[in-house]
């Protein structure tokens, strides 16, 4: 007689609505994007979150921020990925654990689920005070003496205009759906040797919607 087939345990629901910031070392447009590997060959970026409506199960994340910077020896999908994961000193234990659980792809859903498998070594959660200023096309982000992002826009380059750029994926994208595409002003990582700095690069600030159900 064959054994009952047993099912998966199932995974805490969870949902997290956020500004988001992402800055990288592509030149404006970032080739990753449109379905190529990273303008430079290698892919260095930041990444971060300030939730403004968030829960895990029954643990609410709402008011978190988080922070990612990873290096990657060619494109995001080939793999081994050194990652450091930062959360706000503020964060209740039970957060740290939620984002930990949620950002190593363990709950499922995208796009945490897919990038986790890339990664071949996590530092963190790092506890740490992380400024999050969500000013549209100036976004700033810092982890004092760690991190920093300093957004500013796209100036045309004949009459010195602000240019509003967005990339849309009508059918839903990646990380987000509607870029709103600006430059680095500043762009640095020191943490160990998780290490390097790229101004007047690729950057976007978003709205995110992230969720594990359906």
């Not at 209740?92 to 792809?105: K, L, N, S």
């Not at 071949?120 to 400024?131: F, K, Y």
Request: charged residues 20%; hydrophobic residues 40%; proline residues 6%.
């Amino acid at each position: 007689m064959a054994a009952p087939a047993t099912q998966a345990p199932a995974r805490t629901p969870y949902r997290i609505r956020a500004n988001q910031l992402e800055a990288c070392n592509c030149r404006h447009g970032c080739n990753c994007q449109f379905g190529g590997g990273p303008n430079e060959g290698a892919c260095e970026f930041l990444m971060a979150l300030d939730v403004t409506d968030g829960h895990f199960g029954d643990v609410r994340l709402d008011g978190m921020r988080v922070a990612v910077a990873a290096k990657y020896p060619g494109a995001i999908h080939e793999g081994n990925g050194h990652v450091a994961l930062f959360v706000d000193e503020s964060s209740r234990p039970e957060q740290v654990d939620a984002i930990v659980t949620i950002f190593t792809g363990q709950a499922g859903g995208m796009p945490w689920e897919a990038l986790a498998a890339t990664v071949s070594r996590l530092d963190g959660p790092v506890r740490a005070p992380i400024t999050f200023r969500a000013e549209g096309r100036r976004t700033l982000l810092q982890i004092p003496g760690v991190l920093e992002a300093q957004l500013t826009p796209i100036r045309n380059v004949v009459t010195g205009e602000e240019s509003e750029v967005h990339i849309v994926y009508p059918k839903g994208g990646f990380f987000w759906n509607d870029g709103n595409i600006v430059t680095t002003e500043t762009m640095r990582v020191r943490h160990g040797d998780l290490a390097f700095e790229h101004p007047s690069r690729f950057a976007s600030t978003a709205t995110v919607d992230w969720h594990n159900q359906g």
